[in-house]
Nanobody, 121 residues
Framework: QVQLVESGGGLVQPGGSLRLSCAAS????????MDWYRQAPGKERELVAR???????RYAGSVKGRFTISRDNAKNTVDLQMNSLKPEDTAVYIC???????????????WGQGTQVTVSS
């Protein structure tokens, strides 16, 4: 089985920084994309940042220039460095990865449980 576990959330003042980390463990043959999503109360889940296996990235317009996604392929981890945080960044941040668990098996999507980020003074 594959598991994604996030860490690094918390309470931060506006203008502050946080670094989130997501570790994939279990039966992993290869990982395609690794993403960070977020979901605020009463809102739909939205893609915050994507990093695919070739190294290309994609960011939501609202976080571009403030957030940076990075990946350690050897450790199967993906981080999200969040700077200049705003109250509207408050949400549960959720890791997603598209993984082939064993050679010959299809690509499957896996979700973490999420970590709360609250930006408030």
């Amino acid at each position: 089985q594959v598991q994604l576990v996030e860490s690094g959330g918390g309470l931060v003042q506006p203008g502050g920084s946080l670094r989130l980390s997501c570790a994939a463990s279990g039966s992993i043959f290869s990982i395609n994309v690794m993403d960070w999503y977020r979901q605020a109360p009463g809102k739909e889940r939205e893609l915050v940042a994507r990093l695919n296996s070739s190294g290309s990235t994609r960011y939501a317009g609202s976080v571009k220039g403030r957030f940076t996604i990075s990946r350690d392929n050897a450790k199967n981890t993906v981080d999200l460095q969040m700077n200049s945080l705003k109250p509207e960044d408050t949400a549960v941040y959720i890791c997603y990865a598209a993984i082939v668990a064993r050679a010959g098996q299809p690509l499957r999507g896996y979700w973490g449980q999420g970590t709360q980020v609250t930006v408030s003074s």
